[in-house]
């Protein structure tokens, strides 16, 4: 469903992406995991339209991004590790316009959004200006909006980031019924115990380079660490640096 080819970044002399090819199947839940500054951020925006690769090739369900962006982005919701949104605007005049962008009708914008806004816990917020909000329920909007076209492909930027627990278990079943449905969802976290729990496989990066990718039970065998958790297998597989093809 989503398919990375040689991928490459350059800033300057810098490679923050550096021939990264990995294939996320259709209907899987893949955790993108890496070291603070491992190129997981950059590999992202890149997929969401929002930076242009120095190299290679980006393909979601048939469709080259470069060549087929409008297309890509009818059938992808992308959200960022921070919430950008527009302040002076209510919860419920921002998912109008949101839908607006994806093609979306005022009427259905507004049915969806409702049901979304209950979901997540803002339907007593949704007259409310964004600039009120708190961080975690900014975070919980841009899931929203993301949600609102009903894609078939979710890529996901630190998503626990400012919520409570309530809300992380939210997400979790969230990500899960997503699933179910034939969803394919690509996320990034820190939070490696929501990765074992909900993932189908992982891939991580470091310094710009694929590692490993597989189930949890592939990275503790390639890790030697058989009984371990995600956490030091991930400590373990970033420290030696080893690489395995999927």
């Given at each position: 469903?989503?398919?990375?080819d040689?991928?490459?970044?350059h800033?300057?002399r ?15 839940i ?6 603070n ?14 930076l ?12 080259d991004l ?5 297309e ?12 950008y ?5 209510t ?9 607006g962008?994806?093609?979306v ?8 959004g409702?049901?979304l806004?209950r ?5 007593d ?17 841009v ?14 930027d630190?998503?626990?980031?400012g ?14 019924g ?5 969803v ?30 597989g ?9 030697h ?9 991930f400590?373990?597989l970033?420290?030696e640096?080893e690489?395995?093809?999927d």
């Amino acid at each position: 469903m989503i398919k990375l080819d040689h991928l490459t970044k350059h800033f300057g002399r810098i490679a923050a992406v550096d021939d990264l090819s990995l294939e996320v199947r259709g209907g899987e839940i893949m955790a993108f995991l890496g070291p603070n500054g491992a190129g997981k951020t950059t590999t992202l925006r890149m997929i969401g339209g929002l930076l242009e690769p120095t190299g290679g090739r980006i393909e979601v369900k048939g469709h080259d991004l470069a060549r087929s962006p409008l297309e890509v982005k009818r059938i992808m919701g992308f959200i960022p590790d921070r919430p950008y949104l527009y302040e002076k605007l209510t919860a419920r005049e921002f998912l109008v316009f949101s839908g607006g962008l994806y093609g979306v009708p005022p009427d259905r914008a507004s049915s969806r959004g409702k049901e979304l806004l209950r979901l997540f816990d803002l339907a007593d917020w949704s007259d409310e200006l964004i600039e009120s909000f708190s961080h975690g329920m900014k975070q919980r909007l841009v899931m929203v909006s993301a949600l609102l076209h009903e894609p078939e492909v979710l890529v996901i930027d630190e998503p626990m980031v400012g919520l409570d627990p309530r809300g992380v278990r939210m997400l979790k079943n969230l990500f899960r019924g997503l699933r179910d449905r034939g969803v394919t969802l690509l996320l990034s976290t820190h939070t490696l115990s929501v990765a074992e729990e909900i993932c189908d496989r992982v891939a991580i990066i470091h310094k710009g380079r694929l590692i490993s990718v597989g189930t949890v039970e592939d990275l503790r065998l390639l890790a030697h660490r058989h009984e371990a958790g995600l956490e030091e297998v991930f400590l373990a597989l970033t420290s030696e640096g080893e690489e395995v093809q999927d």
